[in-house]
């Protein structure tokens, strides 16, 4: 009906501009048609517009159950990560953040179940790509650094920061999605959790400012003055060379 409403529209705009060209004083008689198609077309929209509101919440309530699962799988994941990071952490500061971290991610793993039981939905994870991704790049990280220093911190700090990146991203927009859909009482538990990952993100930027970039960087000098030392051996410059190609 919509496009045959459409088609009438464009067929009377042809005429019109037909019969405009012969004779412009033809109008008058446009006008009963134009009135009319208008008064079609209003209740035509109307319908449209509400069968469309209509799937559009379903279609957004499913894409919002979709997202709880891929962040609920991403949670889980991390109980798992989280202990990793934390026994390859070089600080003491570090190691604790990660433990502390750990405990919240538990209760984000639980706010989560509270929120499926909300919505009446089996608490159901869906594999998440981007955190595997994030989470097996900091594994990459601990493989590269060294055990034991300050650059390794350096490293788990960028990952960690990553993580909490994509929480905040996650949380923030499901925050807004869960107030959109109506459900006050998801958005604020969603809240919760968004402002415990903003926290984390910020003890990380705190750790690394206030203590392991600094130590990191003395590193870097103690192995530019190793290198110096070494710089008789023909061989590792040729490796280094090589590293390069
Ligand atoms: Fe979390
Ligand atoms: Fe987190």
Redesign the pocket.
Known sequence: MAKAASKSKKSGKKTAAKKSAAAKKTAPRKAPAKTSTAGGKKSLVSKIFNQGQDSEESMLMEFFSDELKDIYWAEKH?TKTLPKMQKAATSDELKQAFAD?LE??QT?VERLEEIFELLGKKAQAKKCDAMAGITEEGAGIIEETEKGTATRDVGLILSGQK??HY?IATYGGLAQLAKTLGLEDVASLLEETLAE?KE?DELLTQIAENNINIRASEEDEDEEGEEEEEEDSDEEEGDEEEEEA
Do not use: D, N, R
Request: hydrophobic share 30%.
């Open positions: 991390l971290h919240t991610t984000h993580v909490e929480e990952e984390a």
